[in-house]
């Protein structure tokens, strides 16, 4: 402790503390997680003060939801499964007379959510249309509407003998008739409908299939789990039966679709193979037409010399010239083949898309196409890409997934596929061109034996060889799909189809209800909250050291009744402690070697300032110290009724001049206790508190080590400042719940400007709960210091109930 007290006249910074020993109460921020910790509290103590607005707030959020419930209808979920029966031969092409599977798996799924199936779903089950009012759905059965229709919110009325019936639209009438006419006929409609009865009015909304579509696609859902070949299906509705009869009817039309596309995609298929074996057979012809022709020509020619050859030297009798011969044959058929393979990628690059080989230029080069199974292959690929790009167009749009995807799969096989293809058979056909150009120069002589019209009929005969196996691979193919389009079942089976359930899949009843009471204990908490944040009275101890910057000097909690109306011995020992603290605390906060010498004041009366003056005072005299309370409320004082003392002569009579100072005070009140009490109310009394106290006050600090000044509230006038100047020592009370905070700023700005020291705040009628929790004591303690020091705690405990008595009536006659 300093020797002497650093003197400071604002109640803001708090006064100067050794490092050795810091204040027990300090209004720094809290350090890391405790801020979290104290806005986590304050918000439950929050809920808790204002727990029947949360009460209520859960009660309506209940009784929201419940109500809700009885606009909202439950949901019902039907499902289905299909099997994809496509496998890896049949996608790739090699079992005849079966079809090629259409799409990819995730096509399928395309499949399903296509307006092609989902149109016709709608149309068939007649989900375009719906009445009001639910019985009135009899009504619309058979409702169908053409291409061109008018879709809106139409009203049909009867008449009173039920036979005439009046279609309007937006109030105008639109249409008219007999039941048993078309309704409708004007706007697009197809309906002719029975007489619901005589004075009837039945409105019904129409919408255009494809608005109804898309609204049904947003309750359906497909999948297909990984590994499997299944597509599970699943469709949510209002009704069980409708769920269950729309996914049928959408089983249907998905399968007929399929089969639908399946034939197309043979079809096409199967005409572009006819091209392809059309022009296959055209190169057949011409090569068969110019072998006879070179027969005829050579029969009538005289005989090679060197050569025994019959007409139209159809065959080599010796066999090293055969040899040779085959020789050369094989020779000029690479070299033909390399100059048309050359003059093929040559065009494709300077053609209208370079860089792209067609079908129709590769089936013009059989003997390329026959001695490439790369080609071969890249060529049949592309024939089917096609094919399915041809029918794919027919159902969907360039901007669908499907027709994107085989789209650039027959780019890719265009430009990048068959082009390299060709490539790799270019360099292989001049690689064996140079081998075989190697070997016949070596035999020159042997060569030139052969004679040139055996060259030339050889040549002819390989062409006509080469051409026919073509022609016969593509006219076997074509056949082989001719075959297939008798079994063109699309490569999918409905494993299981839809049925109604009995209850609700998704019952929105609980979840409605559940999400009301926790949409109003939320609203409750927010409610609590806020009137938290806004609400003026003082609550929390960060309040006082963060918005009114006050040191805690101490705490005194409230006293709890038991059941009987007696005293809570464990809430009144901790009263007790509590004064303790308090008594130290100020004892450490105040010169040593002079008297304590305190104001005790508050904002506004009822915060319980006389309550911790005399307790504090008799707090002070327990602990021997030789104490004097004042009662410096000259204008209501009473703590003369809480001792039980006479109130004259008192402090107004010492500053009036017609009482001295002995005669004022009432000694041993209890032991070690003298009390002033306020003596005589005048309306000059406020006057009085001027130099005469000052005076007074210097002849009483030699005599008491105590010295405590119950003076007026903060809000009554410049009584308290006063005393206030006089003590030179002022702690502020704030009741938990009743001070005003705004009321006690605004005073204490008012204390910042005068000669006094602020020493902190008592909070007064704080429950150890909350923030507070930690302030509390441990009880097992209590138990052994009753047992140990009964008596003195018996005659403290006497003197708080005297006290509070006594700032009860003070209390009461305040209110008044």
């Known amino acids: 402790m300093p020797n002497q007290l650093v003197p400071s006249y604002s109640a803001r910074p708090p006064l100067e503390q050794p490092q050795a020993m810091?204040?027990?109460?300090?209004?720094g921020p809290p350090l890391g997680g405790a801020a979290q910790t104290n806005q986590v509290a304050r918000l439950a103590s929050a809920i808790k003060r204002h727990r029947w607005w949360v009460v209520g707030f859960l009660f309506l959020g209940g009784i929201a939801g419940l109500v809700t419930t009885r606009f909202v209808r439950p949901q019902y979920e039907v499902q289905a499964n299909i099997f994809l029966r496509g496998d890896s031969k049949r996608m790739n092409g090699n079992t005849p007379g079966v079809?090629?599977?259409?799409?990819?798996?995730?096509?399928?799924?395309?499949?399903?959510?296509?307006?092609?199936?989902?149109?016709q779903v709608v149309r068939r089950v007649g989900l375009f249309v719906e009445a009001s009012a639910s019985k009135d759905s009899t009504v619309l059965?058979?409702?169908?509407?053409?291409?061109r229709m008018v879709a809106g919110e139409y009203v049909i009325k009867t008449d009173r003998t039920g036979k005439s019936w009046v279609l309007a639209r937006g109030g105008i009438d639109i249409d008219k008739g007999v039941f048993g006419d078309s309704v409708g006929i004007k706007v697009g409609f197809a309906w002719t409908p029975r007489s619901p009865g005589p004075d009837k009015s039945i409105k019904f909304t129409v919408r255009t299939p494809r608005e109804a579509s898309v609204e049904l696609r947003k309750q359906f859902n497909a999948t297909i789990p990984p590994f499997t070949n299944f597509i599970r299906l699943k469709l949510a509705g209002e009704s069980g039966e409708m769920a269950a009869t729309t996914m049928n009817r959408w089983l249907e039309e998905f399968t007929t679709v399929s089969n639908r596309l399946k034939t197309r995609n043979v079809v096409d298929f199967a005409n572009v193979l006819e091209q392809q074996v059309l022009t296959a057979q055209q190169k057949l012809k011409e090569a068969e037409t110019q072998l006879e022709t070179f027969k005829v020509?050579?029969?009538?020619?005289?005989?090679?010399?060197?050569?025994?050859?019959?007409?139209?030297?159809?065959?080599?009798?010796?066999?090293?010239?055969?040899?040779?011969?085959?020789?050369?044959?094989?020779?000029?058929?690479?070299?033909?083949?390399?100059?048309?393979?050359?003059?093929?990628?040559?065009?494709?690059?300077?053609?209208?898309?370079?860089?792209?080989?067609?079908?129709?230029?590769?089936?013009?080069?059989?003997?390329?196409?026959q001695g490439s199974p790369a080609l071969k292959t890249a060529l049949d690929e592309?024939?089917?890409?096609?094919?399915?790009?041809?029918?794919?167009?027919?159902?969907?749009?360039?901007?669908?997934?499907?027709?994107?995807?085989?789209?650039?799969?027959v780019r890719i096989l265009q430009?990048?596929?068959?082009?390299?293809?060709?490539?790799?058979?270019?360099?292989?056909?001049?690689?064996?061109?140079?081998?075989?150009?190697?070997?016949?120069?070596?035999?020159?002589?042997?060569?030139?034996?052969?004679?040139?019209?055996?060259?030339?009929?050889?040549?002819?005969?390989r062409d006509v060889e080469v051409t026919n196996q073509l022609y016969t691979s593509l006219l076997t193919r074509y056949n082989d799909v001719?075959?297939?389009?008798?079994?063109?079942?699309?490569?999918?089976?409905?494993?299981?189809?839809?049925?109604?359930?009995?209850?609700?899949?998704?019952?929105?009843?609980?979840?409605?209800?559940?999400?009301?009471?926790?949409?109003?204990?939320?609203?409750?908490?927010?409610?609590?909250?806020?009137?938290?944040?806004?609400?003026?009275?003082?609550?929390?101890?960060?309040?006082?050291?963060?918005?009114?910057?006050?040191d805690i000097v101490g705490f005194v909690p409230s006293l709890k009744l038991t059941r009987r109306g007696e005293r809570d011995p464990v809430t009144t020992a901790q009263v007790v402690e509590a004064f303790r603290t308090l008594r130290l605390s100020l004892q450490h906060l105040t010169p040593p070697g002079e008297p304590v010498t305190l104001t005790v004041t508050s904002p506004m009366s009822g915060d319980g300032k006389s309550l911790i003056a005399s307790n504090l005072a008799v707090s002070f005299a327990e602990a021997g110290l030789r104490t004097l309370l004042i009662d410096g409320d000259v204008r209501r004082g009473a703590l003369h009724s809480a001792f039980s003392v006479p109130q004259v002569p008192g402090l107004v009579d010492v500053l009036a001049g017609r009482a001295t100072l002995l005669d004022a005070i009432r000694p041993e009140v209890q032991p070690?206790?003298?009390?002033?009490?306020?003596?005589?109310?005048?309306?000059?009394?406020?006057?009085?508190?001027?130099?005469?106290?000052?005076?007074?006050?210097?002849?009483?600090?030699?005599?008491?080590?105590?010295?405590?000044?119950?003076?007026?509230?903060?809000g009554a006038g410049a009584d308290a400042l006063a005393l206030g100047i006089c003590a030179g020592y002022v702690a502020i009370v704030l009741r938990t719940g009743e001070t005003d905070r705004k009321m006690a700023e605004a005073k204490l700005r008012v204390l910042d400007k005068l000669p006094m020291t602020v020493l902190g705040a008592i909070l007064n009628d704080v429950t150890a709960e909350g923030e507070y929790a930690y302030y509390s004591y441990l009880s097992e303690y209590y138990q052994e210091d009753r047992e140990s020091e009964e008596a003195p705690m018996h005659d403290m405990t006497e003197e708080m109930r005297m006290s509070q008595s006594g700032f009860a009536r003070q209390e009461m006659h305040d209110a008044e």
């Open 297 to 369: 020509r050579t029969i009538t020619e005289p005989s090679e010399a060197g050569t025994a050859m019959a007409a139209g030297t159809q065959s080599i009798n010796d066999p090293v010239l055969k040899s040779f011969f085959d020789e050369k044959f094989q020779f000029d058929a690479v070299k033909r083949d390399r100059e048309q393979l050359e003059h093929l990628i040559a065009d494709s690059r300077t053609g209208a898309t370079p860089g792209v080989i067609t079908a129709e230029a590769l089936i013009a080069l059989p003997g390329v196409i």
């Open 99 to 119: 079809a090629q599977e259409l799409i990819s798996q995730q096509g399928w799924i395309e499949l399903l959510n296509s307006f092609e199936v989902m149109d």
């Open 22 to 27: 810091p204040p027990a109460y300090s209004s």
């Open 672 to 714: 070690n206790l003298a009390l002033i009490p306020c003596g005589t109310r005048t309306a000059r009394a406020p006057e009085m508190l001027n130099s005469p106290l000052e005076q007074m006050f210097r002849a009483l600090r030699p005599q008491y080590d105590v010295l405590i000044i119950d003076s007026p509230p903060l």
């Open 482 to 550: 001719k075959m297939s389009s008798e079994n063109t079942d699309a490569d999918v089976s409905v494993i299981d189809t839809a049925v109604a359930p009995l209850d609700p899949t998704k019952s929105t009843t609980s979840a409605l209800i559940a999400g009301g009471v926790i949409g109003g204990l939320v609203l409750g908490i927010i409610v609590a909250f806020l009137l938290d944040r806004f609400d003026r009275r003082f609550r929390y101890p960060e309040q006082a050291t963060h918005e009114l910057g006050l």
């Open 141 to 147: 059965r058979g409702f169908k509407v053409k291409d």
């Open 382 to 409: 592309l024939t089917q890409a096609q094919a399915k790009l041809r029918t794919a167009r027919q159902f969907y749009s360039d901007d669908f997934k499907a027709v994107k995807e085989t789209a650039e799969a």
């Open 415 to 461: 430009s990048q596929t068959i082009p390299q293809a060709a490539l790799a058979m270019l360099d292989q056909l001049r690689r064996k061109e140079e081998q075989m150009l190697a070997r016949l120069s070596g035999a020159e002589n042997e060569l030139k034996k052969i004679p040139a019209r055996s060259i030339e009929e050889m040549r002819l005969r």
